[in-house]
Structures are given as C-alpha cells and as structure tokens.
C-alpha cells in the first residue's frame, strides 16, 4: 500500500513524474468517489507501529525525565532532550515514522526549553515582571534554535511551525518586557490585539509554504498544514475574546450573531486556501454562541442538542460538498489570486 508521502517522495527524487503521480491521485480519488481536491493529506500515521513506537518512546522518557528530576534540576530536559534526539537519528532519519517524528520533536524543543523552566523553578527567584518577561523570550528563543537545529537534521514538517511558535513566543515576551511598566499587570490589552496579528503573520507565512506548493506533492504541503494549525487559534481566539464570547453566560444576542458571521468569514477563506484549520479552531466558540441563542429563544432543554444537529449538518455537508463549493468560492477571486492558492477542480 503506497501513502501520500512515498507519492511526494517519489516525485521529488525523479522516480515518478508529476503527470504520472497526479493521474495515480486520480484514479485512487475515483475508487473511493471522492475527488482529489477534497484530500488534504498531511502524514500522521503510517501503521499501528508508530503507535506502539510512540507508547515506547514517550515511556522512556518519562523515565529519563524522573531520573534526571533526581539527579539535579535541568537535568530532567537535557535527558528528555537528548534521548529525543537520539530516538529521532533512527525512527526519523531512517525509519521516516510519522507518529514518532512529531513526538519527538515536541520532546525536544520541549525538554530544551524545560532546562530554564525548571533550574529557575527550584531556585524560586521573586524577579520583576519585566525581568521574567525577558527570561521568557530567552527560553523561546533558545526552543527556536533547538527547533531549527532539529530542522537542518530531520526535515520533520511541524518543526517549521515549532519553531516559529518559539519565535512568536519571543517576540510577545519581548513585547510584554518593554510595556510592562505602562500597562502596569493589563498587559491583556495590548497582548490580545498583539496575538490576533501574530496569528495573520503566521498565516501568510503558511500561505507563503501552500503557494509553493500549489498542488500539495511535496513536505511543503505538510510544513505549510502545520503552521495554518499554529495560526488558526491566535486568530480566533482573540476576535472571539472581544465578542464576549469567553465571558460564558454574558454572551448578547449581537455577539452570538457576530461570532456566527465571523465563523461564516472563516468558513470562506478556509475554502479558498483549501485548509479547514480555521473551521476547526473556531468550532468550540460557535457551539458556545449556537447554544446560547437556541435557549434564548425558549429552546432550553434540547439547546445542546440542537446546537450539535445544526452545526454538525452543516460541517458534514460542507465536507460531503468542499470540492464543488471550494470551486465556486475560487472562481469569483480575481486570476490573480486564484493563480497563488491551491489547485480547484472544475465543476463537476
């Protein structure tokens, strides 16, 4: 049984030309009546050994993990950072297991940035708000640096979006240092306006991945489907957050509107990148919103219910339908536009 992956890998070394590869997507899509563009393939798991590896692995440093809490404090992350490490040189580099990949690239960023966390939680130094802001862009730093090394060995494609969480990280925190003393603890004011942009650069950035990548054959695709996961909640999060959304039971009826119309927005840039991140990240504030209007509106005993028939049509319908309403979105875009973004299929 062939996989996305050995398709794009087969493409990028030579072996299989583009033409052949795509008529291969084609004639499996037509096997299963689904067309191609509804595919939005990422690698996760390949088998149920990456499981059964990734059970193993995250055992294992669990026990370096409390060994090194034993031993002297940081020594846990070093631990949990080189075994990941050493795991990786074969389960990544000459096994290419997806499951494991992942985990144990979190573990390593993880267990790099754990070391500081952890020295400075056993000394527990009471420092300046504006100090341990620096200290946090230090710590994110220093996971951005273990996530590029990682990268430059392994080519693991949520390494990109790792490392660029780091990167985000750093900055706010740099932010958060400067501001500190104006904002006086209020730093949410200016941090959420901070975070929703972070969210639309991260964004482009990931559209910078797609657009290189139009017809998703290569690591691209999954560097670029990783970072659009990274995005999705620092965009939503914050434009929810000041709906009043968060606040529970304060939600208004404009509010619950306002978050349906913003959901609907998504909805429509998700087609048109062909990326369902966004519908994903957003889902739990509509369920919030979609429940408090049903109960308003006297339907108190089945609201949630009700509220998980409506949405879950309605998603189940846009999968069932994502090609035919993907194309239409796409082609009311200006040519310009429509040459950057993902493949659509013609109209059936």
Request: charged share 15%; aromatic share 8%.
């Amino acid at each position: 049984m062939y996989t996305e992956s050995d398709l794009q890998s087969a493409v990028a070394a030579g072996v299989l030309s583009h033409e052949a590869a795509e008529a291969l997507r084609a004639h499996a899509a037509g096997l299963r009546t689904a067309p191609v563009a509804d595919e939005e393939h990422f690698r996760l798991i390949t088998g149920f050994n990456d499981i059964f590896v990734t059970i193993a692995a995250v055992l294992l440093m669990v026990a370096c993990a409390g060994i090194g809490n034993a031993i002297a404090p940081g020594i846990a992350g070093l631990l949990v950072a080189a075994s990941a490490w050493l795991m990786a040189e074969f389960f990544t580099r000459q096994r290419r297991m997806a499951l494991p990949s992942i985990v144990l690239l979190l573990a390593f960023v993880g267990g790099v940035a754990a070391i500081p966390i952890n020295i400075l939680a056993e000394t527990n130094p009471h420092l300046p708000d504006r100090v341990e802001a620096l200290i946090g862009a230090g710590i994110g730093l220093g996971a951005a640096a273990a996530a590029w090394a990682h990268w430059r060995r392994f080519m693991v494609p949520i390494t990109v979006a790792a490392g660029t969480g780091a990167l985000v990280l750093t900055v706010l925190a740099l932010i958060v240092a400067a501001i500190a003393p104006i904002f006086d603890g209020n730093e949410e004011r200016i941090m959420l306006p901070l975070t929703f942009l972070a969210g639309c650069g991260v964004f482009g950035y990931a559209m910078r991945w797609d657009m290189t990548d139009r017809a998703r054959e290569t690591r691209r695709s999954d560097v670029a489907f990783w970072l659009h996961l990274l995005a999705a909640p620092m965009i939503a999060h914050p434009l929810f957050h000041w709906l009043g959304v968060t606040e529970g039971e304060n939600i208004g009826a404009g509010a619950a509107l306002g978050v349906l119309v913003i959901y609907v927005a998504m909805g429509l840039v998700a087609l048109a990148v062909d990326r369902r991140a966004l519908l994903v990240s957003a889902l739990a504030y509509v369920l919030i919103a979609m429940t408090w209007l049903f109960r308003t509106f006297g339907v108190v005993e089945l609201n949630v219910a009700i509220t998980g028939l409506v949405i879950g049509s309605a998603l189940l319908s846009l999968s069932a339908f994502w090609g035919p309403i993907r194309h239409a979105v796409v082609e009311r875009l200006p040519g310009s536009l429509q040459a950057r973004l993902p493949m659509a299929p013609a109209r059936a």
